[in-house]
Protein backbone atom coordinates (compact mmCIF):
# COMPACT_ATOMS: atom_id res chain seq x y z
CA UNK A 1 0.00 0.00 0.00
CA UNK A 2 1.90 3.28 -1.15
CA UNK A 3 1.16 6.31 0.97
CA UNK A 4 1.30 8.46 -1.76
CA UNK A 5 -0.18 9.08 -4.60
CA UNK A 6 0.95 8.19 -8.34
CA UNK A 7 0.48 12.02 -9.17
CA UNK A 8 1.77 13.29 -5.79
CA UNK A 9 4.91 14.38 -4.91
CA UNK A 10 6.42 13.26 -1.50
CA UNK A 11 8.19 16.73 -1.31
CA UNK A 12 7.43 19.59 0.94
CA UNK A 13 7.13 22.83 -0.11
CA UNK A 14 8.90 25.59 2.22
CA UNK A 15 6.72 29.09 1.92
CA UNK A 16 4.04 27.45 -0.62
CA UNK A 17 2.45 24.34 1.31
CA UNK A 18 0.97 24.59 4.72
CA UNK A 19 2.69 23.10 8.23
CA UNK A 20 -0.86 22.97 9.68
CA UNK A 21 -1.80 20.01 7.11
CA UNK A 22 1.18 18.02 8.41
CA UNK A 23 0.84 15.06 11.51
CA UNK A 24 3.34 12.93 12.33
CA UNK A 25 2.51 9.29 11.92
CA UNK A 26 3.35 5.95 13.20
CA UNK A 27 4.21 3.39 10.07
CA UNK A 28 2.73 0.67 12.21
CA UNK A 29 1.62 -0.63 15.89
CA UNK A 30 4.28 -0.77 17.86
CA UNK A 31 7.16 0.26 15.63
CA UNK A 32 9.52 2.68 15.67
CA UNK A 33 9.14 4.44 12.12
CA UNK A 34 7.44 7.54 12.27
CA UNK A 35 6.59 9.51 9.24
CA UNK A 36 5.34 13.19 8.27
CA UNK A 37 1.75 13.18 6.43
CA UNK A 38 -0.07 15.54 5.18
CA UNK A 39 -3.94 15.21 6.09
CA UNK A 40 -5.53 17.65 3.47
CA UNK A 41 -3.14 16.16 0.21
CA UNK A 42 -3.08 12.56 1.40
CA UNK A 43 0.89 11.92 0.72
CA UNK A 44 3.84 10.65 2.70
CA UNK A 45 6.14 13.80 3.26
CA UNK A 46 10.28 12.88 2.73
CA UNK A 47 11.32 16.08 1.90
CA UNK A 48 11.02 19.66 2.47
CA UNK A 49 12.48 21.50 -0.09
CA UNK A 50 14.19 24.64 0.92
CA UNK A 51 14.21 26.48 -2.63
CA UNK A 52 14.85 25.45 -6.05
CA UNK A 53 17.59 27.53 -8.48
CA UNK A 54 16.70 28.51 -12.03
CA UNK A 55 17.90 25.31 -13.36
CA UNK A 56 15.92 23.53 -11.54
CA UNK A 57 18.13 22.55 -8.35
CA UNK A 58 16.85 21.99 -5.45
CA UNK A 59 17.70 23.08 -1.55
CA UNK A 60 16.19 20.00 0.20
CA UNK A 61 16.31 18.99 4.33
CA UNK A 62 15.82 15.49 5.19
CA UNK A 63 14.00 15.48 8.72
CA UNK A 64 14.62 12.70 11.23
CA UNK A 65 12.08 11.87 13.70
CA UNK A 66 13.32 11.08 16.60
CA UNK A 67 11.00 9.96 19.68
CA UNK A 68 12.22 9.89 23.33
CA UNK A 69 9.70 8.98 26.26
CA UNK A 70 6.68 9.65 24.22
CA UNK A 71 7.76 13.09 22.73
CA UNK A 72 9.85 14.31 19.72
CA UNK A 73 12.81 15.94 19.81
CA UNK A 74 13.15 18.20 23.60
CA UNK A 75 9.52 18.90 24.04
CA UNK A 76 9.44 22.42 23.23
CA UNK A 77 7.39 24.14 20.89
CA UNK A 78 10.33 24.69 18.74
CA UNK A 79 12.17 21.33 18.88
CA UNK A 80 12.15 20.49 15.55
CA UNK A 81 15.99 20.97 13.90
CA UNK A 82 16.47 21.02 9.91
CA UNK A 83 19.58 19.63 8.80
CA UNK A 84 20.49 20.76 5.16
CA UNK A 85 22.57 18.39 3.01
Do not use: W
Not at 33 to 59: C, M, P
Amino acid sequence: MSLTAPNQSPEFFIGTDNFSNLVIKEGSSGSDFYYFYDNITHRLIKRFILGESKTGIKTCAIVALIKKENIFGDGSATSTVFTIR
